[in-house]
């Protein structure tokens, strides 16, 4: 039985079409309805049209990436139990239409983050990175958020001021911009200012809080999850460290240990990132891979480059930091184990994940990470690698 492999589709409107997608060999699709806004049910309908819509295409709806975790949510303010609510009523609708499997994050405010979006490659190509000092070069001195030195080593306070320094107006746009990207919406367009009302709003909510909340929106969707035949699958924080003051309680295998602890269920379980999580020095992959293979419901595989100064950049799949042979190992066991178990839960459904932009991606628009060669040179290396494990392993 081979991994399914899947692919992230952006919806009607992403330049990369289901017909596309059928040619680089994946059969799953991981999309969500991006039109609907964050805290409102999905209907069955809703959910129909864009299952037939794929269907009609030859291939599946594997995967929601994602149903939204509303702010008020994570904040317990405002209607966050109206949309805790209106959660659970989604789940049951994908569960309704046959759809199993549910990624999503509780990252504040930014879904991601990265201080470049087309840094130039080795080879040409283009990829994502992550410079601590540009970032607090954005934090210190564009947003100037109150506090912020206390963040950031004296080391990096200096290289930070330094860079600003050499930035002209055009560069801080850039910078701004980038930074900014990570937001839901961010197409939307948002000024300093109100980016750091949204900061504000997280005031008096640590770690400790977060988690308290993120535990309690457990214990309120998972049942829903399980009696629907839905599987959750909790995104690690991208990257795994605190930001802009910001909580972070996905970060480390022990958040992931707690996360799973909390409602012990099949229905809640993590996606396994291999790029998000590998951007930490202090995060090991393989070891993550078998402490938490039990509750692995997806797999994004990327790989990164990083240091112990909490920069990264990514990277193609067998060249970076991240032992992507022994992650996949993993996860071919664990459907097999699954197979001999008798469980239900046996998929893990797969994707490439941020692909360099190459070839003729090169100044397309792309969303960030999500070009076409480059993740299908990606799933095209997964797919070889899944059958060399399995060959050695003679399953």
Not at 6 to 16: A, E, L, V
Not at 137 to 152: P, S, V
Not at 245 to 262: F, H, Q
Not at 364 to 391: H, T, V
Request: hydrophobic residues 35%.
């Amino acid at each position: 039985m081979a991994i399914e492999q899947t692919w992230r589709w952006y919806g009607p409107n992403d330049r990369i079409s289901l017909a596309d997608i059928k040619q680089t060999g994946a059969t799953g699709i991981v999309t969500a309805l991006h039109h609907i806004p964050n805290g409102e049910v999905w209907t069955v309908e809703e959910i129909i049209a864009r299952k037939n819509m794929i269907e009609n295409a030859g291939l599946s709806w594997s995967v929601v990436e994602s149903v939204p975790v509303h702010e008020d949510i994570k904040k317990q303010t405002g209607n966050w139990e109206l949309y805790t609510k209106n959660y659970q009523e989604s789940i049951k609708n994908l569960g309704k239409c046959g759809i199993e499997t549910i990624c999503y994050n509780f990252m504040p405010v930014l879904d991601w983050s990265r201080t470049e979006l087309n840094s130039s490659f080795e080879d040409g190509s283009l990829a994502l990175i992550y410079e601590q000092k540009v970032f607090a070069a954005f934090d210190l001195f564009i947003l100037k958020r109150k506090g912020a030195e206390n963040d950031y080593s004296e080391k990096i306070l200096g290289q930070a001021k330094e860079y600003f320094d050499g930035l002209d107006d055009a560069g801080k746009e850039a910078l701004t911009n980038t930074v900014i990207k990570g937001l839901p919406g961010a197409e939307e367009s948002y000024t300093l200012e109100q980016f750091q009302a949204v900061l504000n709003e997280y005031a008096g909510i640590d770690n400790a809080k977060l988690k308290k909340h993120l535990e309690e929106f457990l214990r309120a969707i998972v049942p829903v999850a399980e009696d629907s035949g839905v599987r959750m699958a909790i995104h690690p924080d991208d990257p795994p460290w605190g930001l802009l003051g910001l909580p972070r309680v996905v970060s480390t295998l022990e958040d992931a240990k707690s996360i799973i602890s909390t409602v012990d269920s099949i229905s809640n379980g993590v996606t396994l990132c291999t790029g998000s999580w590998g951007a930490g020095h202090f995060n090991d992959l393989s070891i993550m891979a078998e402490e938490l293979s039990h509750r692995i419901n997806f797999a994004h595989l990327r790989n990164v480059k990083r240091d112990t100064d909490y920069n990264f950049n990514e990277d193609y799949l067998f060249e970076g930091d991240v032992d992507i042979y022994s992650v996949l190992k993993t996860i071919v066991q664990e459907e097999e184990s699954r197979k001999e178990d008798g469980r239900k839960d046996i998929s893990i459904p797969v994707r490439p994940d941020h692909g360099n932009q190459m070839l003729g991606d090169i100044g397309q628009d792309n969303n960030p990470g999500y070009s076409l060669y480059g993740r299908m040179k990606g799933l095209a290396e997964i797919r070889g690698l899944e059958l060399g494990i399995r060959r050695s392993l003679k399953i």
